[in-house]
C-alpha cells in the first residue's frame, strides 16, 4: 500500500532535543535533592512528562504536584530553546521538500506539551512543510499505546496502513507498529538503549527514507 503521510516524532527526530531535556530535568533534580539514574531516564524517553513527573513523585515521595513540575519544565525548555544552538536532524530538509514534492503529508505526533512542540516548529523553521500537530495533551494513553498516532492520521483523514511513522524511542516504535503503520527507528546517537528492533526498517540518516519511500510508492 503507498505512503500518503508521514508522521514525524519531535524529540529527537525533527531535531536532537534529548541533551536539552536532560540538561532542564537534571536541574529539576538538583532543586528537588534527588538521584535520577540513568536506567530511570532512559524509562521515559518518548513517553510524557507527566508519567515521567508521576513516576519520580511516587519514587522518591515528594510533595510536588505533577502539574506543578510539569510547568516548571516545559516552561525552562520553551525558554532556553532559541539560545539552545539546536537544529534540524540530518536530512530532514531533503526529506521535507521529498514529501512535498510528491504530495505526500506530513504531521508531527509528539508526546511533548503543545506549547514546546509550536515552539520548536517556530525554531526549526519548517511550519510550512507540516500539516499541524498532535501532541501528548490529546490522547489518554501515552506511547507505546497506539493513541496518538491514530488521532494524527485521523485528523488528516488517511489510513493508518497509509502512514509512515518516524520514531527514536523504544515506546514509539511500539506506538507505530501497534497503529498498524510502517514504522522507521531513527537511530538517534543521543538516545541510547532504545530498543529499535520492532520497527520495519532503521536509518541513520532522515534523507535515507526518501528512497525507501520510493520503493514503497513506485516512485
Not at 22 to 42: F, G, K, P, W
Amino acid at each position: 500500500m503507498p505512503i500518503k503521510a508521514v508522521l514525524f516524532d519531535m524529540d529527537g527526530v525533527l531535531f536532537d532535543s534529548e541533551p536539552l531535556h536532560e540538561i532542564i530535568n537534571t536541574q529539576i533534580y538538583r532543586e528537588l535533592d534527588i538521584i535520577v539514574d540513568n536506567a530511570l531516564v532512559s524509562e521515559f524517553v518518548g513517553r510524557t512528562s507527566s508519567d515521567r513527573w508521576t513516576k519520580i513523585i511516587q519514587k522518591f515521595q515528594l510533595q510536588n504536584t505533577v502539574d506543578e513540575l510539569n510547568d516548571r519544565q516545559w516552561d525552562d525548555l520553551v525558554n532556553s530553546l532559541p539560545g539552545s544552538g539546536l537544529g534540524a536532524s540530518t536530512g530532514l530538509d531533503i526529506l521535507l521538500a521529498f514529501l512535498k514534492e510528491n504530495d505526500i503529508r506530513a504531521t508531527v505526533a509528539s508526546a511533548s506539551q503543545k506549547r514546546f512542540v509550536e515552539a520548536v516548529i517556530e525554531h526549526l523553521l519548517i511550519g510550512q512543510n507540516l500539516e499541524g500537530y498532535t501532541c501528548g495533551e490529546e490522547v489518554e494513553r501515552c506511547k507505546p499505546a497506539p493513541d496518538i498516532f491514530l488521532l494524527a492520521a485521523k485528523k488528516l483523514g488517511v489510513a493508518p496502513p497509509e502512514c509512515l511513522v518516524i520514531e527514536d524511542s523504544s515506546a514509539g516504535v511500539r506506538a507505530g507498529k501497534a497503529a498498524g503503520m510502517y514504522t522507521i527507528g531513527y537511530e538517534n546517537p543521543t538516545s541510547p538503549g532504545q530498543d529499535l528492533s520492532p520497527a520495519d526498517v532503521r536509518v541513520k540518516n532522515l534523507a535515507d527514507i526518501c528512497g525507501i519511500i520510493k520503493e514503497m510508492n513506485h516512485l
